[in-house]
């Protein structure tokens, strides 16, 4: 049970801000909303957390809704590099789901 | 680079044959993961260590045998293994443990992971 959903895949085009949406409707009141992603044959990459208010640093941004049972990870300026699976995680990180794989497209 | 160093990179190993895979991390952190990565599923969580103690174990077969020596380094010793075995296996470490209860303002940091082949 991976506490969160996540779409399968997105496409974005080059340049594009990337909007990726995570469920997590039975978020607890005092977990952390955690993103993560895994460019192909490399270990997860750190990218942002946050527990009830927005939060922004030199990777992406992180929107949580006010009722904290979804968020949405920001890529302002979307590069090919961005391409990965995107892991969207609660529950102290410890359970992880498929994620979604994002594709950059030029 | 992560501060998660994880050798060897690749690995092929017979059914029979005992081999270790080594983490080591220069973060100073106090908590050590190891995690498996099957193709097409998601990471599954294996061992925890807390201070060189393991604090989790995810029911994971006994031919799989961690070793915690400091806070700073991690083995994982393999015996005896089958070909569904194969994956990927990742170290990680954070400041302190994440636990299950799912308060964690912890970060964790993973190394680059080690690719294991079971023939």
């Known amino acids: 049970d991976a506490k969160t959903t996540q779409p399968t895949s997105m496409d974005c085009a080059e340049g594009r801000a990337a909007n990726l949406p995570c469920n997590h409707s039975?978020?607890?009141?005092?977990?952390?909303v955690y993103w993560y992603r895994q460019i192909h044959s490399q270990g997860p990459q750190y990218i942002i957390h946050?527990?009830?208010?927005?939060e922004t640093n030199e990777m992406a941004s992180l929107i949580i809704t006010e009722d904290r049972k979804s968020s949405t990870l920001i890529l302002p300026h979307a590069t090919l590099r961005d391409t990965a699976v995107y892991y969207c995680?609660?529950?102290?990180?410890?359970?992880w789901g498929a994620g979604t794989k994002l594709i950059i497209k030029p | 680079e992560t501060g998660v160093t994880q050798t060897p990179r690749h690995l092929v190993m017979g059914m029979t044959n005992k081999k270790s895979l080594k983490c080591e991390q220069h973060?100073?952190?106090?908590?050590m993961y190891w995690y498996k990565q099957s193709a097409k599923k998601p990471l599954e969580l294996m061992f925890v260590?807390?201070?060189?103690?393991?604090?989790e174990n995810n029911s994971v077969p006994s031919r799989f045998s961690p070793e915690c020596p400091n806070s700073s380094h991690l083995f994982l010793h393999l015996h005896t293994l089958q070909p569904e075995d194969s994956a990927l296996y990742l170290c990680?470490?954070?400041?302190?443990?994440?636990?299950?209860?799912?308060?964690?303002?912890?970060?964790?940091?993973f190394g680059e992971g080690s690719w294991l082949t079971v023939v």
């Open positions: 990680a470490s954070s400041q302190d443990p994440v636990t299950t209860g799912g308060i964690s303002g912890n970060t964790i940091y």
């Open positions: 973060l100073g952190h106090n908590a």
């Open positions: 260590y807390n201070f060189k103690e393991q604090t």
């Open positions: 039975t978020i607890s009141g005092n977990e952390y």
């Open positions: 946050g527990l009830k208010n927005n």
């Open positions: 995680i609660v529950k102290g990180q410890l359970i």
